[in-house]
């Protein structure tokens, strides 16, 4: 009997991408603490014509459940930039939700130091920039008090929060995502130079809409525009459908650039 191939680290990275031989652009989408790349089902279709979608799965979640997640920002750069290379000899654009937005910061900060090429834009959801960063790091926590937190950031389904074995598995991932989110500036706090488009929500309680208006901190580029959503802290889920077209907008405009 023939055996199954092994994943390849594309196949690890991005389980869902579906190659565009004919791509004019990528779109790399980081999801929010515990998310995974499936929030982001659906997202090919509603896309510009001629835009890739690369939703990026982080170990300890779905199919990568048993590898051990990362805590830390430069280890998992290291791990995830390498296996985008390939896929950058194309225009590209970074998505990151709420922890994905931290994620994606960094990576075009890395990129920028490099020299590498850069991308088109960078669209923040669902955070503060660093710099201003103003929320508990939970992830120090002890088990009952990171619970209790989890349970307030309504992303964590309760039957997963109630059962003792789910639970165990989950946690160590929770911890790493969050150590993520709320990693420090460091060194490599560069000022980018390329477009960066903001989008929050007036409803939600961990991220202020006053915070949002700090991104423009982070780019010397003068196209920065930030948009407000209903819904809560996870307005992907409430407002799916504005959320893709505001997304949807700034590709376009971004790949018709030169």
Same mark, same amino acid.
């Given at each position: ?9 594309? !196949? ?9 031989? +004919? ?78 937005? /931290? ?11 490099? $020299? $590498? ?10 955070? =503060? ?18 619970? +209790? ?36 500036? $460091? ?5 980018? $130079?390329? =477009? ?16 949002? +208006? /700090?991104? /423009? ?5 003068? !196209? ?24 949807? +907008? ?9």
């Amino acid at each position: 009997m023939r055996s199954a191939t092994a994943p390849t680290p594309l !196949d690890r990275w991005f389980p869902t991408r579906k190659p565009l031989p +004919e791509a004019r652009l990528r779109l790399f989408c980081f999801p929010f603490a515990g998310g995974s790349a499936s929030i982001y089902n659906g997202w090919s279709t509603g896309l510009p014509l001629g835009v890739e979608l690369c939703a990026v799965q982080l170990p300890g979640r779905e199919r990568r459940l048993m590898e051990p997640p990362i805590p830390s920002m430069p280890a998992l750069l290291d791990a995830v930039m390498p296996v985008m290379a390939p896929l950058l000899d194309k225009p590209f654009v970074l998505f990151g939700y709420s922890m994905g937005a /931290r994620i994606a910061l960094e990576v075009a900060r890395r990129l920028h130091l490099q $020299g $590498g090429p850069e991308p088109r834009g960078f669209i923040a959801a669902a955070a =503060p920039p660093p710099a201003a960063n103003d929320r508990e790091p939970i992830h120090q926590l002890d088990n009952p008090r990171f619970i +209790e937190k989890l349970r307030a950031y309504d992303g964590t389904p309760e039957e997963i929060l109630q059962h003792r074995e789910l639970l165990e598995l989950v946690l160590p991932t929770l911890r790493a995502d969050f150590s993520l989110a709320w990693w420090e500036n $460091g060194p490599d706090a560069v000022k980018l $130079g390329i =477009p960066i488009s903001v989008l929050g929500s007036t409803g939600d309680k961990h991220v202020a809409v006053s915070l949002l +208006e /700090r991104w /423009r901190d982070e780019t010397n580029s003068p !196209d920065v525009r930030v948009r407000h959503f209903g819904g809560g802290h996870f307005f992907i889920r409430s407002h799916p459908e504005q959320v893709l077209s505001a997304v949807r +907008e700034d590709v376009a405009r971004w790949s018709a650039t030169s």
